[in-house]
């Protein structure tokens, strides 16, 4: 038997004592007009099962803070089934009255003495409509005035919900009520078995039926004890771990800020050392960035990663940084050099390799910083590698390099237009470049011409038509 918790979220609260007084009003006019024969044919019973009923009603069990519910079901639908409306009415009053004694608001007395007498009168009126003369008949009976009662009380907790916390009754009803209808059920068929008892053996029935219904309610509320604590522990957890959460959240937000920094460092620090190369030869100012970006927009059109684009970033800016280690006169010699020279300077990968050896590099960086000179027909330095061989990263900077080279002026020449660097780098496509990377840049210039319009005026025009 459910019974409503005291107001907490008032919506209507103002229809909630006109509520009362029309349930209160409706039980009283049923109980007067009932019958009332029987209950002065068998006092002594009437009043056992009312002090059985009273009793288990004065320790309910709350259910999880929505609610309380207790055996009382069950003598109050065996007085429902043999006394009838007045009977059941008498036992809720006497347990209104004993609500208010104990210190319990009047109104919650009253809704409850209204609304819970009106759906034991139903009960009451539904079981003594079905047969009732076999055993069977007598179970069938009390438990269908079991559900009778489970369905009329959710409706009228369902009218009290919806003005005191302007709840959808039905919403409220499948989390509070909807789980309660075995119990009920159950409450229903074991009246039945009280009533049976009551006929067989008279009175004495209700004293021998006291205690497993008393052993019933003990099992329930250890159960529900059990339950709500281990919700209440569960909560706990619950709460400690989103605490958690937060706080990974926020090492992790702050672990990102740090890893982003220091990458901006990181990169500060290998463009300052790259830039001392770049300080030697004022012809080749910017030529880092620029390469870089080449190489990055390569990369993203071949499906690069985030992770590998950073790599390509980094390899791209120190890719000459051997050069530190190549002597002026051959580094700065504006005309050609000799073979003597030219090999010294082929020699700039592997010194790069060798400066790189001991960081910790991803392979891409250091992948492109000693292939960037291969060829793709294997003619390149200093490995010799050719074609897929050579890593797609340190194919990708000798295509962005490349480019870079011949639309910059140079000492012993002056930059070719975009359209003719292009047409020599797609000449050379199979033989010095990767084809696959030649394709990728001719994509990305069809899509946007103007990519390579570089600063400081080294993008040289193109020729007059």
């Known amino acids: 038997m459910a019974r409503t918790a005291p107001p907490k979220h008032p919506f209507l609260p103002h ?8 349930l209160c009003t409706a039980a009283v006019t049923l109980a007067v007009l009932a019958p009332h024969a029987e209950i002065g044919r068998r006092p002594v019973l009437f009043a056992l099962l009312g002090a059985f009923a009273l009793t ?18 069950i003598p109050l ?93 039905l919403v409220a009803w499948r989390e509070r009520m909807a789980w309660l209808w075995p119990h009920q059920l159950a ?31 003990v099992a329930q509320k250890q159960y529900l004890d059990h339950s709500r604590e281990s919700a209440r522990t569960l909560r706990k957890q619950a709460q400690a771990l989103e605490e958690a ?21 990181y990169l500060s620090t290998i463009e300052s050392l790259a830039r001392t190369i770049e300080a030697k030869d004022p012809y080749t100012g910017g030529h880092t960035e620029r390469v870089a970006d080449l190489s990055l927009m390569l990369a993203r059109e071949l499906g690069f990663n985030a992770e590998e684009l950073r790599a390509v970033q980094v390899g791209a800016i120190i890719h ?66 050719a074609g897929e061989d050579i890593p797609l990263a340190a194919r990708i900077l000798t295509v962005a390099d490349a480019l870079d080279a011949m639309i910059s002026d ?16 797609e000449r050379n496509a199979g033989s010095q470049f990767c084809p696959r990377v030649v394709e990728a840049l001719g994509r990305c210039l069809e899509r946007d011409p103007g990519l390579l319009q570089l600063p400081s005026g080294t993008l040289a025009p193109e020729p007059a038509s």
């Open 187 to 217: 409450c229903g068929l074991l009246a039945g078995g009280l009533v049976i008892s009551i006929n067989a053996i008279g009175s004495w029935a209700v004293a021998a039926f006291a205690l497993p219904v008393f052993m019933l309610w």
């Open 56 to 73: 288990l009603n004065v320790v309910p069990i709350d259910l999880f803070e929505r609610g309380k519910t207790s055996p009382a079901g």
């Open 15 to 22: 229809l909630i004592p006109a509520y009362v007084g029309v």
């Open 77 to 169: 639908l065996a007085v429902a089934y043999l006394f009838g409306a007045p009977g059941a009415a008498a036992c809720e009053a006497a347990m209104a009255a004993v609500t208010v004694l104990r210190g319990g608001g009047p109104l919650r007395a009253l809704h409850d003495f209204g609304s819970l007498s009106l759906v034991a009168a139903s009960a009451a009126g539904v079981m003594q409509a079905l047969p009732g003369e076999s055993r069977t008949e007598i179970v069938v009976a009390a438990g269908a005035g079991g559900m009778v009662y489970y369905l009329a009380n959710s409706a009228a907790l369902g009218a009290i919900w919806l003005l005191d916390e302007g709840v959808n009754p």
């Open 410 to 425: 140079r000492p012993y020449r002056a930059a070719l237009s975009l359209s003719e660097a292009r047409a020599e780098i």
């Open 320 to 385: 000459d940084i051997g050069k530190i280690g190549i002597p002026d006169q051959i580094l700065l010699k504006p005309g050609p050099l000799t073979d003597e020279e030219a090999a010294e300077m082929r020699r700039h990968p592997e010194i790069s390799t060798y400066i790189l050896a001991e960081l910790e590099l991803p392979k891409i960086v250091k992948a492109m910083v000693r292939h960037h000179h291969e060829r793709y027909d294997g003619d390149g330095y200093p490995d010799g590698l």
């Open 245 to 265: 959460n937060a706080e990974l959240r926020e090492a992790l937000a702050q672990n990102e800020a740090l890893i982003e920094n220091l990458h901006r460092s």
